[in-house]
């Protein structure tokens, strides 16, 4: 198995295109075109990863973090973004990193900080904006369910909980092909055809438009297949920042308190005046989510859990909802347990390795 083989695996469940315009996720050093000894998962890439990841016999190291975020003009070892790269190299190990791609998926890492927190009724807390379409298309009727299930079998028809969405109205097709057309129907250079067709809508998420398109072509019985791709402003509600959900009955918020930091393993949890005596509904967003506070307020959570809150950004929550900062580590560190998830769904036999690397820059004084 090839090391582009993994990376695939993940880049279908999180598809790079939803990332950040800041972010720097994928390929951070190194080859994909190479068999794959094994893969080492770790929130943070650092020399000691690295050490970890040759010791383990690993020639990748899968990072939510990525090693590089800006422009890098000299590998010279003189700091430890790039002695991460000159080691990387050393022992041919690639590193690749997911990150706010998997932080936006409904599925990703703030799902999983909800699924330890035992929530349910979960959905995104902030839906990304311009990333559907609709596609519009016209079959004739006796290829509809021909080309309508290429469609659905590529991903298309997809909305929350459904599949195989799509709406048909009925209607009258004309053409009139030239002396170099191959039409279906009629003769090249001939009269006006009339057929009846089905016109058939699909949403297609963004990062499938290219295949669904190549589907409705290679299914689609026109040499020249009609069709409009529209964007729409809908927002998507399987992709976005943040996650919302609720405990199935309001609990003391002392209680509460103690179950993030059992559950979560924070050992010090940084909060606002505790405003409210139960909790039932908690808004979180892993890493640093102060911009979500106002999305938090709208859905009317009692409790925003996220990091990274800066000492005046506390005030914003002026005494409507508790903010509970517990470390930008703390609510991240479960990210492996999706990359695990997702490699071993797809390649049960491959070794697969759980960091034991304490990557954690930051420890505390009791």
């Known amino acids: 198995m090839q090391i582009k083989e993994i990376i695939q695996a993940i880049e279908t469940f999180a598809p790079p295109c939803y990332q950040e315009s800041y972010d720097n996720s994928g390929v951070q050093v190194g080859t994909t075109e190479i068999a794959c000894s094994g893969a080492l998962l770790t929130l943070d890439i650092t020399e000691k990863v690295i ?3 040759k010791e383990k016999g690993c020639n990748l190291v899968i990072a939510h ?3 590089i975020f800006s422009g890098i003009k000299k590998i010279s070892g003189r700091n430890a973004i790039e002695r991460c790269i000159i080691l990387a190299i050393q022992n041919n190990i690639t590193l690749y990193a997911a990150h706010t791609n998997l932080d936006n998926m409904r599925k990703g890492v703030n799902d999983k900080i909800a699924e330890k927190l035992g929530l349910g009724e979960r959905s995104v807390l902030s839906p990304m904006p311009g990333s559907l ?3 519009y298309t016209y079959v004739p009727e006796t290829h509809i369910e021909q080309v309508r299930q290429a469609l659905f079998d ?3 028809g997809a909305i929350g909980n459904y599949e195989h969405c799509s709406f ?3 209607g009258t097709g004309t053409f009139k092909g030239n002396d170099q057309a191959r039409p279906y129907i009629g003769q090249a250079g001939g009269t006006m055809e009339s057929v009846a067709e089905i016109r058939l809508e699909v949403i297609v998420p963004e990062h499938l438009k290219g295949t669904i398109l190549n589907v409705l072509k290679a299914s689609h019985p026109y040499e020249e297949v009609a069709f409009e791709l529209v964007a729409l402003l809908n927002k998507n509600q399987d992709l976005g920042a943040g996650m919302i959900g609720s405990f199935e009955e309001a609990l003391p918020v002392a209680e509460v308190l103690a179950l993030i930091s059992s559950r979560l393993k924070a050992p010090v949890i940084r909060h606002t005046a ?4 139960r909790i039932k509904t908690i808004a979180l967003c892993g890493g640093s ?7 938090a307020k709208a859905a009317r959570a009692d409790l925003f859990l996220t990091a990274d809150y800066k000492y005046h950004q506390f005030f914003e929550a002026e005494d409507q909802l508790i903010i509970a900062d517990i470390g930008h580590y703390e609510s991240e560190q479960f990210t492996v347990e999706i990359f695990n998830e997702i490699i071993n769904k797809k390649f049960p036999n491959f070794a697969v390795y759980l960091s034991q690397t304490k990557t954690n820059p930051i420890n505390y004084y009791f």
């Open 168 to 170: 048909n109205t009925p």
């Open 274 to 277: 505790l405003v409210k005596e």
């Open 65 to 67: 973090h990525p090693l």
């Open 51 to 53: 050490l970890e990841a």
């Open 154 to 156: 590529a991903g298309a």
């Open 289 to 295: 989510g102060s911009f979500l506070l106002n999305q």
């Open 133 to 135: 379409y609709k596609l």
